[in-house]
């Protein structure tokens, strides 16, 4: 790598972790201050939770910083005549952004993998901690479908992957089949395991004569194959917080089973085209500096590319909320802009050439 390169490098990487912490801390200070009362009292679960809110942040926050970041270190170099030096020594405007440009997009990829984690739901767990003061909780009273069969569940606890008092009723041809329940289950990531079941099998057709109620008593058995327990919950209680592999795991699930599935498509989408929106806009905004500051003001010129900023991001902000609602397909709320912003900066770079 160049020397310049490092130079602009170690500059931009400074500016990440200054303005970075700056934000977290704001973020988590405006939350604790407004949420003072449902604070949990246990000095554990109160660090917990500002750690929670912190992670949490870091979906608003690090986009803002990667672009930040960006504009404060030109506008510094700028300031301090470097910038124009560097054209001056014959390099391009794009070696110059390439640094910064490759720092930030590894940064998103990083955290677009982060979001294929648990780390995807540090929200909730905030949430959970906030209103029950434990991270995971227990879900009651879940009525679902899967293929052909209908299930009730008196308590699932998605944290231990188990749920207890679960009721099965197969269908056939419009007519219940089996009626089966079990005292408990537990999901392996493949299949649920069922134990202590009782089944009663009814017969199809209702005739004299014919044959009557037929009852099994099992000690386990298994069914539900990739029936998901955080999908369960997510589709039940309509929640739009999912990881990656989660939410391709509940559109697998629940596609065909008569559920619209635009709500979760639209947070897939968001977990991995979102981020890719700062890497872009840095590359609009920085072919729109100026080389020196004889011409421009320097402090009104920076607060326009702020205020741009922020306004792009709460526009990609809306429209990802239109898409979770279904106001709008997922692929034009989340993907398009992102397209857009990315065609847009590929302009800049050959209009600049």
């Known amino acids: 790598m160049k020397l310049y390169s490092r130079y602009i490098g170690y500059v931009y990487i400074k500016y990440v972790f200054i303005v970075f912490i700056a934000l977290s801390l704001f973020y988590t200070g405006v939350d604790f201050l407004t949420n003072l009362d449902e604070i949990p009292k246990s000095a554990n679960l109160?660090?917990?939770?500002?750690?929670?809110?912190?992670i949490s942040a870091i979906q608003y926050v690090l986009p803002l910083t990667l672009i930040f970041a960006m504009i404060l270190t030109f506008f510094n170099m700028i300031k301090n005549n470097e910038l124009i030096s560097f054209y001056a020594l014959g390099i391009s405007k794009f070696s110059v952004i390439k640094a910064p440009f490759i720092i930030s997009l590894i940064i998103t990829l990083f955290y677009i993998y982060l979001n294929t984690t648990p780390f995807a739901y540090a929200n909730e767990y905030k949430g959970n901690l906030e209103n029950f003061n434990a991270i995971g909780r227990i879900s009651n009273g879940m009525f679902l479908k899967h293929d052909n069969k209908y299930l009730y569940i008196e308590a699932l606890n998605v944290t231990e992957k188990a749920a207890s008092n679960i009721r099965l009723f197969y269908i056939k041809d419009g007519k219940i089949e089996k009626s089966t329940s079990a005292k408990r289950a537990t999901y392996d990531d493949e299949k649920w395991t069922f134990y202590d079941e009782n089944a009663t099998i009814l017969p199809l057709e209702f005739k004299l004569g014919g044959k009557g109620l037929k009852f099994e008593s099992r000690d386990k058995f298994i069914d539900l194959d990739g029936f998901n327990p955080e999908a369960i919950e997510k589709i039940y209680k309509s929640s739009n917080v999912y990881s990656i592999n989660d939410a391709i795991e509940a559109i697998k699930i629940f596609k065909?089973?008569?559920?619209?599935?635009?709500?979760?498509?639209?947070?897939?989408?968001?977990?991995?085209?979102?981020?890719?929106?700062?890497?872009?806009?840095?590359?609009?905004?920085?072919?729109?500096?100026?080389?020196?500051a004889r011409f421009f003001n320097l402090a009104i010129l920076s607060f326009i590319f702020f205020v741009s900023t922020v306004c792009v991001w709460g526009i990609l902000y809306v429209m990802q909320r239109f898409a979770f609602s279904a106001v709008i397909p997922p692929e034009i709320?989340?993907?398009?802009?992102?397209?857009l912003l990315m065609l847009y900066s590929l302009k800049s770079i050959f209009s600049y050439r």
Do not use: H, S, W
């Not at 089973?257 to 590359?283: C, E, H, R, S």
């Open 256 to 292: 065909n089973q008569g559920i619209n599935v635009d709500g979760i498509k639209a947070n897939l989408y968001t977990l991995i085209f979102g981020p890719l929106f700062a890497p872009f806009m840095m590359l609009i905004l920085f072919y729109r500096l100026p080389p020196t």
């Open 46 to 54: 109160a660090f917990l939770y500002a750690g929670f809110t912190a």
């Open 333 to 339: 709320g989340v993907i398009l802009p992102v397209i």
